[in-house]
Each structure stands twice: as structure tokens, then as C-alpha cells.
């Protein structure tokens, strides 16, 4: 496994989706959103899963039942999502996969470990709010 930070589909489908719940004034089954990301239904219920289990959204049965967030978007960080599905972003990054360099010091200097620390402070300080937000600044000026 590598030692960077990926961004596979069930990440890409988790960060959509929880956009997709915070936009929403009611609860969205996974089929909804499916169609709505164009996602396999049930990959997509695989990621919510995973997102009910680190408790950021809330499952509700029933005819009008769904998902919704656990808690308001502006305090649902990129970075739970992340880890939620992909588990913890690694502080330190060596391609070999040790805790530390064999050879005394990186031959990338210290690129890997601003690589890391830059990729975990974006994560941490943006919200599905602040997320949300750029979408509707971006929409318009198009």
C-alpha cells in the first residue's frame, strides 16, 4: 500500500455525498444520491456505512427516511470524512514505508513531509460548509 494519501472512489463518493446531505433540507436515501453522483448503489451504501459508523451521519427508516448529517456541515471536517473512509492521514510520509529514513535523511528533503502536513491542514480546516459555500461563489461567477 502506499504511503501517500489517496483519493479513491469511496473517498471522492463520501466528500459528494456529504455534500449532496448538507445541501439537503430532507433526509436522501442511497439511491438517491446514487443517481444524483452516478455511483454503483451498492458501493455507495458500502461508504455510508463506514460514515454512520464514525458517527457523521444518522440513518432514519421508514417512507421518509434516509440520511442526514449528525451534525450541522460547518462542524463536519473534510478531514473526518477522509478518515472515515480512508483511515488516518500519515504525519510523516517515507516512500519505503519506516518510520524513519535508512538513509539518515529523505533524498526528497523535506518535501514528503510538507506534502503531508499541507495535505492533512486543507483537510482539517475545510468544512462541508465552507465547501458548500465555494461551490455557490464559483456557480456565480459562471
Known amino acids: 500500500m502506499s504511503p501517500f494519501p489517496q483519493f479513491s472512489e469511496a473517498v471522492s463518493l463520501a466528500l459528494h455525498s456529504m455534500v449532496l446531505l448538507?445541501?439537503?433540507?430532507?433526509?436522501l436515501t442511497v439511491k438517491e444520491m446514487a443517481e444524483k453522483t452516478?455511483?454503483?448503489?451498492?458501493h455507495l451504501a458500502k461508504v455510508f456505512q463506514r460514515l454512520r459508523k464514525a458517527q457523521l451521519v444518522v440513518s432514519t427508516r421508514g417512507p421518509r427516511g434516509?440520511?442526514?448529517?449528525?451534525?450541522?456541515?460547518?462542524?463536519?471536517?473534510l478531514l473526518e470524512i477522509y478518515e472515515a473512509i480512508e483511515?488516518?492521514?500519515?504525519?510523516?510520509?517515507?516512500?519505503?514505508?519506516?518510520?524513519?529514513?535508512?538513509?539518515?535523511?529523505c533524498?526528497?528533503?523535506?518535501?514528503?513531509?510538507?506534502?503531508a502536513y499541507?495535505?492533512?491542514?486543507?483537510?482539517?480546516?475545510?468544512?462541508?460548509?465552507?465547501?458548500?459555500?465555494?461551490?455557490?461563489?464559483?456557480?456565480?461567477?459562471?
Open 118 to 142: 499541507r495535505f492533512r491542514e486543507y483537510l482539517a480546516s475545510h468544512t462541508l460548509e465552507s465547501v458548500c459555500h465555494k461551490g455557490k461563489a464559483t456557480q456565480n461567477l459562471e
Open 38 to 42: 452516478g455511483a454503483s448503489f451498492h
Open 22 to 27: 448538507s445541501k439537503s433540507r430532507t433526509p
Open 66 to 77: 434516509g440520511f442526514t448529517l449528525s451534525r450541522p456541515p460547518e462542524r463536519i471536517t
Open 107 to 115: 533524498i526528497f528533503g523535506g518535501l514528503l513531509g510538507e506534502f
Open 87 to 105: 483511515g488516518l492521514v500519515p504525519e510523516r510520509i517515507c516512500l519505503l514505508g519506516g518510520p524513519e529514513c535508512p538513509f539518515g535523511e
